[in-house]
């Protein structure tokens, strides 16, 4: 771990009756209204947990970037609707404790990856939707990787919830407007676990509604090309930081 982060784990941001949402923190030791990510892990909505980050947490916290890796609820106990509430809810936290934190509160990301670039464009995207609260702060950037940004289709169908219009609702793709943040897209050619598809729709949507986007497209990896020893770590947070220095 780089010598200059400082990382405290398993902080407390959400309570409910039967359980608690936690998260980890990576900090630059000179911490000074530095910009921060927000990053949300991968899992099919059903698995995975805030570490699968911590890598590029460390990384980007080494170039002065504070990083928070929140845990969210998973199906099936959680719909997407929850999740989503849930990861607006690591960032608002990001936003209260900004001063100790030693955050800049206009330059906060989100990060995601699979299901958790689903639900960080959706809170990037449509937060008041999920969480009823007009007044949470705009997101800076968004980082999507290897993501979902269409769930109409009939398999997401036991996760959207019950409502009429879920599907659409909780697709990414149908938010986009002049409103919508930065964005960088990574996605590798080759992945069979997400057709890289996904990226390229959303990317297209994003260029009509004449927003800033980067799209990466990974020539190999898999779905899981961005932790990838094999060249494409190194590629990836490159690309990344050049996008950072300019959008954040």
């Given at each position: 771990?780089?010598?200059?982060?400082?990382?405290?784990?398993?902080?407390?941001?959400r309570e409910f009756e039967?359980r608690?949402?936690?998260?980890?923190?990576?900090?630059?030791?000179?911490t000074?209204s530095?910009?921060?990510?927000v990053?949300?892990?991968?899992?099919a909505?059903?698995?995975?947990s805030k570490?699968?980050?911590?890598?590029?947490?460390v990384?980007f916290?080494d170039?002065g970037?504070v990083g928070?890796?929140p845990n969210?609820?998973?199906?099936p106990?959680?719909?997407?609707?929850?999740?989503v509430a849930?990861?607006?809810a690591?960032?608002?936290?990001?936003?209260?404790h900004?001063?100790?934190?030693?955050?800049d509160?206009?330059?906060?990301?989100?990060?995601?990856?699979?299901?958790?670039?689903?639900?960080?464009a959706?809170?990037a995207?449509?937060?008041?939707?999920f969480?009823?609260?007009?007044?949470?702060?705009p997101?800076?950037a968004?980082i999507?990787?290897?993501?979902?940004?269409d769930?109409?289709?009939e398999k997401?169908?036991?996760?959207?919830?019950?409502?009429?219009d879920?599907?659409?609702?909780s697709?990414p793709?149908?938010?986009?407007?002049?409103?919508?943040?930065?964005?960088?897209?990574?996605?590798a050619?080759?992945?069979?676990?997400?057709?890289?598809?996904?990226?390229?729709a959303?990317?297209?949507?994003?260029l009509?509604a004449?927003?800033p986007?980067?799209?990466?497209r990974?020539?190999?990896?898999?779905?899981?090309?961005?932790y990838?020893d094999?060249?494409w770590y190194?590629?990836?947070?490159?690309?990344?930081?050049d996008?950072l220095?300019?959008?954040?």
């Amino acid at each position: 771990m780089a010598s200059r982060v400082i990382v405290e784990r398993d902080v407390l941001f959400r309570e409910f009756e039967d359980r608690t949402l936690r998260l980890d923190t990576y900090r630059p030791a000179e911490t000074d209204s530095n910009p921060a990510i927000v990053y949300v892990h991968g899992g099919a909505w059903r698995a995975g947990s805030k570490g699968q980050f911590s890598r590029y947490a460390v990384e980007f916290a080494d170039r002065g970037y504070v990083g928070i890796n929140p845990n969210y609820r998973l199906a099936p106990d959680a719909t997407m609707a929850e999740m989503v509430a849930d990861v607006r809810a690591g960032i608002d936290w990001c936003h209260e404790h900004a001063e100790s934190l030693g955050v800049d509160p206009d330059r906060i990301a989100v990060a995601g990856h699979s299901a958790g670039a689903h639900l960080a464009a959706l809170a990037a995207l449509a937060a008041p939707e999920f969480t009823g609260d007009d007044s949470a702060p705009p997101i800076a950037a968004l980082i999507a990787f290897s993501g979902v940004y269409d769930v109409r289709a009939e398999k997401y169908a036991p996760l959207v919830g019950d409502r009429p219009d879920a599907a659409a609702r909780s697709s990414p793709i149908t938010w986009v407007d002049g409103g919508a943040p930065p964005t960088f897209l990574g996605h590798a050619v080759d992945d069979e676990t997400v057709p890289i598809d996904e990226t390229d729709a959303f990317y297209e949507e994003l260029l009509s509604a004449g927003i800033p986007a980067d799209r990466f497209r990974a020539d190999g990896g898999g779905h899981t090309f961005l932790y990838d020893d094999m060249g494409w770590y190194e590629e990836t947070t490159e690309r990344l930081a050049d996008f950072l220095d300019r959008h954040l």
